[in-house]
């Protein structure tokens, strides 16, 4: 029978296109489709291979045979519940009991299981003893003391829990003591230590053996073999280790058991790195005979100690060893590789005698060799400066031109060289030349040392470069710390310390002006991330110097101007007459000044000897000329006394100068001094003539005030006086 399609069925009677249809003429069509729909069931039923009867009644039979099962069920429910289920609560509380005597059981069972354990640890203990062995002794307590930690539920309760117990820990104290002893005969160390020498010995009585191997795993199993290793490893970097690398030692075995390390007591001492080496690898291979023994899998006292120390050692060696062999000029530093390969056979050896592990290198300094040059450069160098500047000053030398080159004339053939031209003719001659003085040859000896670095500088990687550079500034700061803090006393006390000082001063800070474009030129090619200059050291040094050259001029005015007040002087206006201490007073300062000239000529370049002394001797003038122009009252004793002292100065003054014209020339008060003297011991006549009105050489170099005061205290108020005043205005 073919599917039955509804929906066309009634699509064909209903029409999609109609819309106006009544039920009356549907009907029959309808009628007619259910009849056919009927013939054609019919139909399909009589032609089908199923027997629809049969299947009807068998569907029936067992309809039947399903509520008969059903009254089954039923009946065997009732029975469960009124008979099965009581039968089921006896059984559980039979269940009940038998769960309580099995726990009173398996509780019993568990105290006598925990009673044999205990026996069997203990009869292992005998067997140990008996086999005279360690290791199964201290396994077999070990066992029993960790087990009788958890014992089984009333087991603690037990007598026999305390005793044995009790016994356990006893035994394996004495199991623990049996073993340090063990220890103690087969490692041992002395020190004997005097004011001279520390003699250090140390005795390793093992042999690879059976009885070694017991004892070295009992240790291990008991914990007692990592403490021990442990104290020993210590001692062995603190006393001996560290003591080579840091003092003069003598390492040798007297016999296959016994090291003796001797190490003598001296200051400041540090050994070589190629000694300490051959000392260290003496020690290691005894060590190594005796202590390199694998008591385990890939375990050996050596190894134990190279864990506990390895890294401590290696970094002392390195830090107060190996880095001291790296050298501090630029020469060594290419021939340095023989050095790092009798290290790098050091590190090997230490590896074969198992101490080093791979992960321990005492090479990895060499991957900062750059650094630690530049370092190690810098460092010795601001101690070799340093020690330059310790030393004496007095040590001098002749330095600088005598005069100034004149240049040609020359016209410059492209307008390159005509700028030059130009720029010669603008920068004075005196930058680039520096004058004929004395110097201290420390000065240039410093000097010599920074040329030396800057040549080692452009010689070398960037790194070294920089640092080198910078350390070149650090030597010129700590001149200014070091040099006037170490000879303060001199500076204070000795002139012809404070010349050098000056000179040294002016010719460091002389060089420096170009020391900056010579390091560049050197560096030509290379780029730089940071500027090179050392122009901002010109002025500070020129500062130092200037400032104890002051302070020293200034300590030779108070010498001279307390000499002058000391003396009558300082108080003219109160005597009629001077005494002789005046005059000393005068001599005392005169004699003061040629002591300077003495020291400073040929120190200070001329120029500089010829405006010092022209600045003191006319403040010595001035003073002079002061401690008369502001006097009420000369008496013509006085004026005689003053004006033959002043003319001693007059005489004397001179003779501090080189050329004895520069005296006119450079001191101010010169001429003013002498025509204080000739009024010292003239006539108002003779003054009213030098005045000249107003255009002779009194008024051209005394002040008006200062001729009218010195005029009413040498002469009497007469007419004549009175006259000339009113002429003096």
């Known amino acids: 029978m073919e599917q039955y399609d509804i929906n066309k069925v009634l699509e064909d009677i209903f029409g999609s296109n109609e819309s106006n249809w009544k039920p009356s003429e549907k009907i029959p069509l309808i009628s007619k489709e259910i009849e056919q729909l ?103 307590v070990y066992d029993l003391l960790q087990y009788i930690e958890v014992p089984a539920e009333g087991f603690k309760d037990l007598d026999v829990y305390s005793n044995t ?104 001492y540090r050994p070589q790195y190629d000694a300490v080496i051959s000392n260290l690898r003496l020690l290691f291979h005894y060590l190594n005979n005796k202590l390199n023994i694998e008591f385990k899998r890939d375990t050996s006292i050596m190894r134990m100690i190279g864990k506990e120390i390895g890294a401590e050692f290696s970094a002392i060696l390195e830090r107060d060893c190996l880095i001291d062999t790296i050298p501090n000029n630029i020469n060594e530093l290419q021939t340095y590789g023989r050095i ?13 005698v198992k101490f080093f592990t791979e992960k321990f290198s005492i090479l990895q300094y060499v991957n900062n060799i750059d650094v630690l040059f530049a370092n190690k450069s810098s460092q010795y160098f601001l101690e070799t400066a340093r020690n330059i500047m310790l030393k004496d000053l007095s040590a001098t030398m002749s330095i600088g031109v005598e005069s100034i080159p004149e240049t040609g004339d020359a016209k410059a053939e492209v307008d390159e060289a005509g700028a030059l031209g130009i720029l010669d003719k603008t920068i004075p001659k005196s930058l680039f030349y520096f004058p004929r003085c004395m110097i201290s040859k420390t000065a240039q000896e410093l000097l010599d040392l920074v040329y030396v670095m800057m040549e080692q500088a452009v010689q070398c990687s960037d790194v070294v470069c920089k640092k080198l550079y910078n350390t070149t500034r650090l030597v010129f ?189 450079n001191v101010q008060s010169w001429i003013k001094l002498q025509e204080l003297i000739f009024m010292l011991s003239s006539s108002l006549k003779e003054i009213e003539t030098r005045w000249k009105d107003g255009t002779g050489p009194i008024a051209v170099h005394l002040r008006t005030e200062e001729i009218r005061s010195l005029i009413k205290a040498l002469f009497q108020n007469t007419q004549m006086r009175a006259n000339l005043l009113s002429k003096i205005k």
């Open 38 to 140: 009927k013939i054609d069931l019919k139909s399909y039923l009589n032609t089908t291979d199923y027997d629809i009867p049969a299947i009807l009644d068998e569907s029936t039979q067992l309809c039947k045979e399903s509520k008969l099962l059903v009254q089954d069920m039923q009946t065997c429910k009732q029975e469960i519940e009124e008979e099965t289920m009581a039968e089921i609560v006896r059984s559980i509380e039979n269940r009940n009991q038998l769960i309580k005597e099995l726990q009173q059981i398996h509780f019993a069972i568990n105290i006598v299981y925990d009673v044999v354990q205990c026996g069997k640890y203990v009869k292992e203990f005998d067997d140990g003893r008996e086999a005279q062995s360690f290791t199964r002794a201290v396994e077999a």
């Open 165 to 268: 117990k009790h016994t356990a820990q006893l035994i394996w104290d004495s199991l623990c003591h049996d073993l340090c002893v063990e220890w103690t005969r087969m490692v041992s160390w002395n020190i004997k230590a005097s004011t001279r020498k520390t003699v250090v010995t140390i005795t390793l009585n093992i042999e690879d053996n059976m009885v070694l191997i017991d004892v070295l795993n009992a240790l291990d199993k008991s914990k007692i073999l990592l403490e021990k290793v442990a104290e020993f490893s210590r001692f062995l970097l603190d006393e001996v280790l560290v003591k080579i690398i840091h003092n003069d030692c003598t390492v040798y075995d007297a016999t296959d058991e016994l090291m003796t390390i001797t190490i003598m007591h001296k200051e400041n």
């Open 477 to 665: 700061e700590l001149y200014d710390s070091v040099v006037p803090y170490h000879h303060e006393n001199y500076l204070q006390t000795i002139p012809q310390y404070v010349a050098l000082f000056h000179n040294n001063c002016m010719y460091l800070a002389h060089n420096l002006q170009t020391f900056g474009d010579k390091w560049l030129t050197l560096m030509e090619g290379r780029e730089l991330d940071y500027p090179i200059s050392f122009v901002d050291l010109v002025q500070k040094l020129r500062d130092l110097g200037y400032k104890h050259l002051t302070i020293h001029m200034q300590q030779q005015r108070k010498q001279i101007l307390d000499n002058i007040r000391s003396s009558d002087l300082n108080c003219i206006v109160v005597k009629d007459e001077l005494s002789g201490n005046a005059e000393a007073a005068v001599r005392q300062c005169l004699r003061q000044l040629h002591l300077l000239k003495n020291v400073w000529i040929g120190v200070f370049p001329k120029n500089v000897f010829v405006k010092l002394m022209a600045t003191l001797v006319n403040m010595f003038v001035e003073e002079l000329i002061h401690r008369v122009c502001t006097v009420e009252d000369i008496s013509s004793v006085m004026a005689s006394q003053l004006a033959e002292m002043y003319k001693i100065v007059v005489q004397k003054a001179p003779h501090l100068f080189q050329d004895q014209s520069d005296i006119e020339q």
């Open 340 to 352: 790092t390969s009798e290290i790098e056979g050091f590190q090997n050896f230490l590896v074969l």
